[in-house]
């Protein structure tokens, strides 16, 4: 009896609850929707890399669906997330579930094929072409920065084309071949150092402010949209500049920005990294090849649609692609993966790990085939190591670590400390001047040092040359020779 009535007091609506409470509570009970998502039928189509059709997301064999739209969306079909939002990871992993049970429904040899080998191999395919990608490309910049820093001291007689490097290494001790430019007048040497090193920069400034994106800002101060048109409320991103790392790590943890990894920003990027890493000023290449490589792995995706429609199943080429960036940027596959797995991927099971391996690996191969350097090595500053060091240089390796310690924590508070600057001042709204007066301060204290004089990657490779007591064994080209 107790129960009973129990059970008729909980099911007897209660008097003092209003009709609009009754409302909140059937409101509050609802499932929680999805994202804001836009259908295929509304998706651009790629102009850049034609898309191959396979049986995973096709029309006759996903769910016997007679086409691609809004009817069939949740069905393995893909759907856009608006940009600035986050995608739902289990959203598209019931999605690619949907996918494998349609491909498993199909029978015969066709069926056997697409289960067992075009699938699987589809991921591998990728990452092998990803990492070819990435070596050509980290070829190509490594040979035109090398190229262009030295026509701000000379160029080479025998091949205009050769930078110092190898024109110094086909000709004798003396550097024959090369013809550094004759001083007319008072200091020219200095004026067309710094003068060429500010045109490079500047050439990379104004592609950087030039690709930026115009996105409109709400009341509340979320991005809501990106428009083509100036009003008011827009804020202008400038996808091309800084390394790019932050926001890689923020689109793999699944984060959604749109164009940012687009055809765009990459020409903006490699052109503007080759010009900045040869103006002199102290910036390096490794940050930016990270967002190159990753670049190319979201356009590479645009091949197979079981990545291109899948956003989860797109950021595993992602995570392998960065490690291939940072495997030609320093010459090391494993140091690539280990960066992937530690600093910039969500999600890495152990089928990505072995891709980014097999990706890093590819790329570091293509590299050492292109040899931009011409001395068959993958970056500049390779070492050998001949001899041991002793015991009483551990006291001196403690005090660089100390130093290196100290010194990088003054170096993120005074950089922190000049971004706001830069953002409560007008030094923010002239962004090409900056960088010109920059360049010419740095480049004009710089050029009456020998070694920084030099480009960053050749005086790091001079740097890590053994001394030698039976005769001179650094390259031609170091601050000695200069």
Known sequence: TLDASSEDEASRPRL?????????????????????????????????????????????????????GRK????????????????????????????????????????WWLNHVWDPIQGWLLVVLVGTLCGLFAGFISEWTE?????????????????????????????EFWHAWEPRALNSNVAIFVAVGTAYTLIAAILVVRSATRITVSNRGVSSSVETSVSPTVKMAYYGAGSGIPEVKSILAGFVIHGFLGVRILIVKTLGLIMCCASGIM????????????????????????????????????????????????????????FSLEEVSYFFPNKTMLRSLACALVAALVLKAYDPFGSGKLVLFQTTYDMDYHWFEMLAFVIIGIFGGLYGALFCRLNMAVNRLRKTSFIGRYPISEVAIITVATLSVSFYNPFTRVGLGELVGSLFQECSTTGDRRPHGSPSDT
């Open 16 to 68: 003092g609850r209003s009709r609009s409470q009754h409302d909140t509570a059937r409101r509050d009970s609802r499932p929680i929707p999805f994202p804001k998502l836009r259908a295929e039928d509304e998706a651009p189509t790629s102009w850049l890399i034609p898309r191959v059709r396979s049986a995973l997301y096709d029309s006759e064999n996903l769910m016997n669906a007679p086409s691609i």
């Open 72 to 111: 069939t969306k949740g069905k393995g079909i893909r759907a856009w997330y608006s940009s600035y939002t986050t995608i739902d990871w289990l959203h598209d992993d019931i999605r690619e579930q949907a996918r494998l049970r349609a491909l498993r429904a199909v029978g015969g040899t066709r069926g």
């Open 147 to 175: 190229l262009l820093a030295g026509w701000k001291t000379g160029y080479c007689r025998a091949d205009w084309r050769l930078s110092k490097a190898v024109c110094c290494r086909e000709s004798a001790l003396e550097c």
């Open 283 to 338: 910036a390096g290449k490794e940050g930016p090849m990270v967002q190159i490589a990753s670049s190319l792995g979201n356009i590479s995706t645009r091949i197979f649609d079981k990545y291109y429609k899948n956003e989860a199943k797109k950021r595993e080429i992602i995570s392998a692609a960065a490690a291939a960036g940072v495997s030609v940027a320093f010459g090391a596959p494993i140091g690539g993966v280990l």
